[in-house]
């Protein structure tokens, strides 16, 4: 796959690892385009790690022998996350430890999720871009401030704290970005 193919999202082989291309910059030095650079920032599969690098228009990469898998989440015990696969009811089982950041969108039986299988095996969690929680603990909201901008702390379901609007109460539903942690809008 040609450095002018690897979009955002896209699973290659850099160094002999599986990395997921998390954000590209494209720089043209010249005009005619012929010393384009195209910057990566990925993320290892395996070990988790952030790999940045650089390659030229007419560089490439291998595509990672990868599957991304429709999944739903059964449960989630103290050291591992349980997933079934939605097509052949496989399960597969991920450690709570390489998730750190996607566990805090999940909840029993949520679906959209895609598990990351390398070599046969569950190394991570895809969660879609935005996901709808609950909220479980916030302030009251004071009569007469849903005028100004201010946001408060929120405790969803899944013990993850995120700024909202002062307006919002307990058991409210609301939407939350995935990639940055903040409050969206109401679902």
């Known amino acids: 796959m040609q450095a002018k193919e690897i979009s955002t999202g896209a699973i290659v082989v850099f160094e002999g690892e599986p990395v997921i291309i998390e954000s590209l910059k494209v720089q043209s030095p010249s005009a005619r385009g012929g010393a384009t650079l195209y910057k990566y920032r990925a993320r290892n599969l395996?070990?988790?790690?952030?790999?940045?690098?650089?390659?030229?228009?007419?560089?490439?990469?291998d595509e990672a022998d990868f599957q991304k898998r429709a999944v739903t989440m059964m449960y989630s015990d103290?050291?591992?996350?349980?997933?079934m696969d939605v097509e052949t009811y496989n399960?597969?089982?991920?450690?709570?430890?390489?998730?750190?950041?996607?566990?805090?969108?999940l909840v029993d039986g949520c679906e959209g999720l895609y598990a990351l299988i390398y070599n046969d095996e569950c190394v991570g969690v895809?969660?879609?871009?935005?996901?709808?929680?609950?909220?479980?603990?916030?302030?009251?909201?004071?009569?007469?401030?849903?005028?100004?901008s201010r946001a408060k702390p929120a405790t969803l379901e899944t013990g993850f704290v995120i700024q909202v609007p002062e307006y919002l109460k307990e058991g409210e539903?609301?939407?939350?970005?995935?990639?940055?942690?903040?409050?969206?809008?109401?679902?």
């Open 46 to 61: 395996v070990t988790k790690q952030k790999v940045d690098f650089v390659l030229k228009g007419g560089d490439s990469l």
């Open 126 to 148: 895809q969660v879609p871009a935005t996901m709808e929680l609950t909220v479980a603990q916030c302030d009251p909201g004071v009569k007469g401030n849903s005028a100004t």
């Open 78 to 83: 103290p050291t591992h996350l349980h997933l």
């Open 91 to 105: 399960q597969y089982s991920v450690e709570l430890a390489s998730i750190e950041w996607e566990r805090n969108f």
């Open 173 to 187: 539903r609301v939407k939350v970005d995935t990639r940055t942690g903040e409050f969206l809008s109401r679902a």
